[in-house]
C-alpha cells in the first residue's frame, strides 16, 4: 500500500495503514516445527542480547569457541543465538567478529555432522551494521563452502513491540498511533541514523546505492497472504546473486507463512541468509508465543536464586545503560514506586580516566551495601555524550557500558544479587558477558508479553541468578515496575 503522505510528519492512525488488508492466513507454529525438523539448525548471530525476548526454552552463547558451538548443536533446540554484541562495536571489529564465529561454527557444525543456516539479528528499528554484516557472512560461506548466498532476506519485524512491515514501509506503534520507523528518535541515532521508512528505499540508503531501490525484491503481505508458502517459495527462490529482499509481517502466521517459503525454497537448493528482528526467530524456529513467566514458574526454573544463599542478598540488581527517553521514564516510574535504592555512574566522571575507578568502586560498594534492604540501580547519568562522529560516538558508549561492566563485577563479588536486570541492548551483553562471565545460558521466557527476556545461566559466578535482558526501546511507562514486582513477588 502507499505511504499516506502525511505520514511523513506525524503517527497516523492504525485503522490507516492497517484497513483493508488481505485476510490472515492461519499457520500453527506446530505445522512449521513439523516442516523443519530435521532440518539445518538456525544459528542467530545477535547483535544484542534482546533478540531472545520472543523465544523460550534456547540456548545462549557468549563465547564461540568450537566446543561451545559444539555444546549448542547437541542441545534439543531447532534454534540457538550467539551474542556477538556487534552494534557495539566498530565497523571493522564488528567484521572480524562475524567472521570469527562463522568460522568456528563451520568447524564446530562439521564434527557434530549438522548442516547450518545463518540469520543475522539486527534491530527492529533499522539499527545496526547492515549491510556490513551480511556482506561478511556471505564472504565467509562463499570461502568456506565455496557456495555464494543466493540472497538476503530482510525481515525486521518485531509483532510485540508494534514493529510492523506494510507495504514495504516499517512502522513502529505510538500512543498516538503508527509512525513511520524514519521520523523516530532511533533514526536519529548518533551511530546508526537513517531517513528511509520504506525498506527498498532503506536498503539503497544503507548501501550507499550500490542496491537500487527498484532492484530490492518485495515480499507484500498479498504474497505471504494470498498466494501462501508455495507462492511465497518461487519468489525466494528467484534470488541470485546476493540480491536483497524485504518481506513485510504484521502478525505471527504471516512471519509462519514465510518460514514454510524458507523450508520450501532452501530445500529445493536456494542458499538464503537472513537479516531479521526478533519475531522471525521465533517463527522460524516453529515455536508458539508463550505467556509471560508466572512467579511459581520462576520459582521452579531457579529456586535457589530466588531464596538468598548463604552470602547472597535478598534484593536484585538494576543496571541502566539506555538513554531512550522511554527508559527514562520508565525509572521515573520505578522511582514513584519506591523499593529501590539509586546510585549515578556519572558519565562525566566516567571519560576522566584519573577519577574513573574510584567513582565506580564508590557507587558499586554503596550498592552492595543497600543489596540488603532494597533493590539496587545503578544508572548512567541521562544527559546523554556523544562524540564529533559517529565512531567517537560509539567509543564513548563502550567506555561507560565498561564502567557499568566494572561496577556489577564488583556488586557481584560483594554480595551476590538475588537477580540481575539489564536495561538497554549493550549493557545487557556486557553486563552478561563480563560482569557476570555468564558463557552459556539458557533463554527461558519473558517477564512481559514477547519482551524482557530471562536467561538462566548455566555456567560462571552467575550460574543460577535469573539474569533479566531488557531493552532500551520496548515496554510501556509501567515496564520496569511490572518486571521488578514479578521478580519480587518471585
Known sequence: MPLP???????????????????????????????????????????????????????????????????????????????TNTRSLSPADAAARNREVVRALHAAAAAEGTGYVLASRGDSTLRGHFPLETDVLAEELTELDGRAPDGVVLVP??????????????????????????????????????????????????????????EVLRVTLDDLRGGGPAHTARLLSSL???????????????????????????ESGTRLL????????????????????????????????????????????????????????????????????????????????????????????????????????????????????ADDSLAISRRVSAALVQAVRQVNAARRPAFVVAKGGITSSDTATHGLRIRRAWARGTLLPGIVSLWEPVDGPAAGIPYIVFAGNVGGADALVDALDLLRSA
Open 240 to 266: 541470485r546473486g546476493g540480491r536483497v529482499a524485504v518481506v513485510d509481517a504484521v502478525c505471527d502466521d504471516d512471519l509462519r507463512v514465510l518460514a514454510l517459503a524458507l523450508a520450501r525454497a532452501e
Open 5 to 83: 503522505r502525511h505520514a511523513q510528519t506525524r503517527p497516523v492512525p492504525e485503522a490507516a495503514v492497517l484497513d483493508g488488508l488481505p485476510p490472515v492466513r492461519e499457520v500453527s507454529a506446530a505445522e512449521v516445527a513439523a516442516r523443519i525438523a530435521g532440518g539445518p539448525r538456525l544459528v542467530v548471530l545477535d547483535d544484542d542480547p534482546t533478540g531472545t525476548q520472543t523465544v523460550a526454552d534456547v540456548p545462549v552463547l557468549t563465547s564461540w569457541t568450537v566446543d561451545d558451538l559444539r555444546w549448542a548443536l547437541r542441545q534439543d533446540s531447532a534454534v540457538f543465538f550467539v551474542l
Open 157 to 214: 519485524a518485531y509483532i510485540e513491540a508494534g514493529r510492523l512491515t506494510v507495504g514495504s514501509h516499517h512502522w513502529m506503534r505510538t500512543t498516538e498511533g503508527l509512525l513511520p520507523v524514519g521520523m523516530s528518535e532511533f533514526a536519529r541515532d548518533a551511530t546508526f541514523g537513517y531517513r528511509s521508512s520504506s525498506l527498498p528505499e532503506w536498503v539503497e540508503e544503507k548501501t550507499g546505492g550500490r542496491v537500487p531501490a527498484n
Open 274 to 389: 537472513y537479516r531479521v528482528g526478533p519475531s522471525f526467530v521465533r517463527a522460524r524456529a516453529g515455536q508458539a508465543a508463550r505467556a509471560p513467566l508466572t512467579p511459581a514458574a520462576l520459582r521452579r526454573l531457579t529456586p535457589a536464586a530466588l531464596r538468598p544463599p548463604h552470602g547472597g542478598a535478598p534484593h536484585g540488581l538494576v543496571v541502566v545503560g539506555s538513554h531512550m527517553a522511554l527508559t527514562t521514564r520508565q525509572l521515573d516510574r520505578l522511582r514513584e514506586r519506591g523499593g529501590i535504592a539509586e546510585y549515578e555512574l556519572d558519565v562525566a566522571l566516567l571519560l576522566d580516566e584519573g577519577r574513573r575507578d574510584a567513582h565506580i568502586a564508590e557507587v558499586a560498594a554503596a550498592a552492595a551495601d543497600a543489596l540488603d534492604s532494597a533493590d539496587a540501580v545503578i544508572r548512567t547519568s541521562r544527559v546523554l555524550v556523544t562524540g564529533a562522529d
